[in-house]
């Protein structure tokens, strides 16, 4: 199994910048696409980014041109660099992960981000 550790989030006003982190242990040999997803408050969860072990990505587009997903993978650690944040980005924040046959390992703990007006 995977177990992903997500930091970083916090509280911050509108236009600034924040950086999560998830660190992933346990099978990290397994894992192929490390990413982000999040959930307002009372709203679904949807993809954020994500990240291919060979560093191919994929970016939702609210967040296109501010944040940025990156990955160290001999630190098996995922990133997410999130410039000129909004309200709107308000939300738990998830880590994920799937194996190279698109297995989903369990969730993060999630961290929050809240931004201010």
């Known amino acids: 199994q995977v177990q992903l550790v997500e930091s970083g989030g916090g509280l911050v006003q509108a236009g600034g910048s924040l950086r999560l982190s998830c660190a992933a242990s346990?099978?990290?040999?397994?894992?192929?696409?490390m990413g982000w997803y999040r959930q307002p408050p009372g709203k679904e969860r949807d993809l954020v980014a994500t990240?291919?072990?060979?560093?191919?990505?994929v970016i939702a587009d609210s967040v296109k041109g501010r944040f940025t997903i990156s990955r160290d993978n001999a630190k098996n650690t995922v990133y997410l660099q999130m410039n000129s944040l909004k309200p709107e980005d308000t939300a738990v924040y998830y880590c994920?992960?799937?194996?190279?046959?698109?297995?989903?390992?369990?969730w993060g703990q999630g961290t929050q981000v809240s931004v201010s007006s």
């Open positions: 346990g099978s990290v040999f397994s894992i192929n696409v």
């Open positions: 994920n992960a799937r194996d190279y046959g698109g297995r989903q390992f369990n």
């Open positions: 990240i291919t072990t060979r560093g191919y990505t």
